[in-house]
C-alpha cells in the first residue's frame, strides 16, 4: 500500500511569486486536505477536495487556490507569496471525510519565502 | 467553536517508563472524533490512536491508550514503556464538520523527549 507522497520537499520563493505543491493520495482514498503548519504551531486547515471538488475550505484567502485530478491526487497552488507563507505545507488523504476517519499524512512541503 | 487545548509544550520521561500527554477540548457537537498524531523531526504526521465520542471504553493501540474522560473533556494519551525513538512532537486533535466535509483541528502539540 503506497502512501501519501508530496513533492517537492523543499522550495525556497521569493515574495510576489507563485508556487505549486502537488500530492498523491494513498491508495484507495479519495479525499484529500491541505494543511498549513508554521513553525512551533499545530497545522492548520487550508481545504479539502472530495471527487475533484472543494469539499470545505478554512481561513485563508483566495491566493491560496487547489485542484484534485481523477486519479485523487492534488495540488495547493499560492499566488502572490507572502514572508508569512513560509511554513511546512502537509497534505493528508482518507479513504472518506467523516468523523471517524484519521488522516494519513504526507512529508510535506517546506516552503520558505525570501 | 471547537479548540483543543495542550498545555504541555515539553516534556521529559526516562526511557522504558510510562508518560501522559495531556489534551482537553471543546465542542458543542454531541458527535465528534479525537486524534493523536506523532510528528517526528522529519515532519511526517504519523497517525496514533482514535477515540469516538460514543465510544464507552478507552481507546489503545500496543503502547498507547487513550484515557477519556467525557464530561472533563479531556483525551490523554498515555504511552507506555517510552522508547528513545517516541521522542517527537505530538498532537492532539479533534475532527469538525458535518455531512461528509470533516478537517482535524489541532492543538499546538508537546515535545517529549525520551532520556536513555
Known amino acids: 500500500e503506497t502512501g501519501v507522497t508530496q513533492s517537492p520537499t523543499h522550495l525556497i520563493k521569493t515574495r510576489g511569486q507563485q508556487v505549486t505543491l502537488r500530492c498523491s493520495s494513498q491508495?484507495?482514498?479519495?479525499?484529500v486536505s491541505w494543511y498549513q503548519q508554521a513553525l512551533g504551531q499545530g497545522p492548520q486547515f487550508i481545504f479539502q477536495?472530495?471527487?475533484?471538488?472543494?469539499?470545505g475550505r478554512g481561513n485563508f484567502p483566495p491566493r491560496f487556490s487547489g485542484l484534485q485530478f481523477p486519479n485523487y491526487s492534488s495540488e495547493l497552488n499560492v499566488n502572490a507569496l507572502e514572508l508569512d507563507d513560509s511554513a511546512l505545507y502537509l497534505c493528508?488523504?482518507?479513504?472518506?471525510?467523516?468523523?471517524?476517519?484519521?488522516?494519513?499524512f504526507g512529508d510535506g512541503t517546506r516552503l520558505s519565502i525570501l | 467553536a471547537q479548540k483543543i487545548t495542550q498545555t504541555q509544550p515539553g516534556m521529559f520521561v526516562q526511557e522504558k517508563e510510562a508518560v501522559t500527554l495531556d489534551c482537553t477540548y471543546d465542542?458543542?457537537?454531541?458527535?465528534?472524533?479525537l486524534f493523536w498524531y506523532k510528528q517526528p523531526s522529519s515532519g511526517e504526521m504519523i497517525f496514533l490512536i482514535y477515540?469516538?465520542?460514543?465510544?464507552?471504553q478507552n481507546a489503545t493501540e500496543g503502547r498507547y491508550s487513550l484515557n477519556f474522560q467525557k464530561a472533563r473533556k479531556s483525551a490523554n494519551l498515555v504511552i507506555s514503556a517510552s522508547q528513545l525513538g517516541d521522542s517527537a512532537m505530538y498532537f492532539c486533535?479533534?475532527?469538525?464538520?458535518?455531512?461528509?466535509?470533516?478537517?482535524?483541528?489541532f492543538g499546538s502539540g508537546t515535545r517529549l523527549l525520551v532520556r536513555p
Open positions: 493528508a488523504s482518507s479513504l472518506i471525510s467523516y468523523l471517524n476517519q484519521p488522516q494519513h
Open positions: 491508495s484507495g482514498h479519495n479525499t
Open positions: 477536495y472530495y471527487r475533484e471538488e472543494e469539499n
Open positions: 465542542t458543542s457537537d454531541q458527535s465528534y472524533g
Open positions: 477515540q469516538g465520542s460514543y465510544d464507552e
Open positions: 486533535a479533534m475532527s469538525a464538520g458535518m455531512d461528509s466535509s470533516y478537517k482535524l483541528i
